[in-house]
């Protein structure tokens, strides 16, 4: 069965920090175009940062770059985000998506949420 699994989201006050995970099964991560996305409530899905299959080429949104790491451990079929600095309105569901040509497969989501 091909799944991206999302884990490590949770309540942190600001300036905290959190990792997120994004295990992939039924196929190879290395071969896709891994992303995460995030959505806050009324608000629309927005990209927060990528990470291509061939040379590991990372992008990030304004708003994360310079707090947020997008990496993966091909070994263990896992794409990480590593969230630091986070400020309240970092708030949100993150998603992983994984991208191939027609493919794309989402996980479920998991909550961040930021207050103190």
């Known amino acids: 069965q091909v799944q991206v699994v999302e884990s490590g989201g949770g309540s942190v006050q600001p300036g905290g920090s959190l990792r997120l995970s994004c295990a992939a099964s039924?196929?190879?991560?290395?071969?896709?175009?891994m992303s995460w996305y995030r959505q806050a409530p009324g608000k629309e899905r927005e990209l927060v940062a990528s990470i291509t299959s061939i040379g590991g080429i990372t992008n990030y949104a304004d708003s994360v770059k310079g707090r947020f790491r997008i990496s993966s451990d091909n070994a263990k079929n896992t794409v990480y985000l590593q969230m630091n600095s986070l400020k309240a309105q970092d708030t949100a569901v993150y998603y992983c998506?994984?991208?191939?040509?027609?493919?794309?497969?989402w996980g479920q989501g998991t909550q961040v949420i930021v207050s103190s």
């Open positions: 998506n994984a991208h191939r040509g027609w493919e794309h497969y």
């Open positions: 039924g196929f190879i991560l290395s071969s896709y175009f």
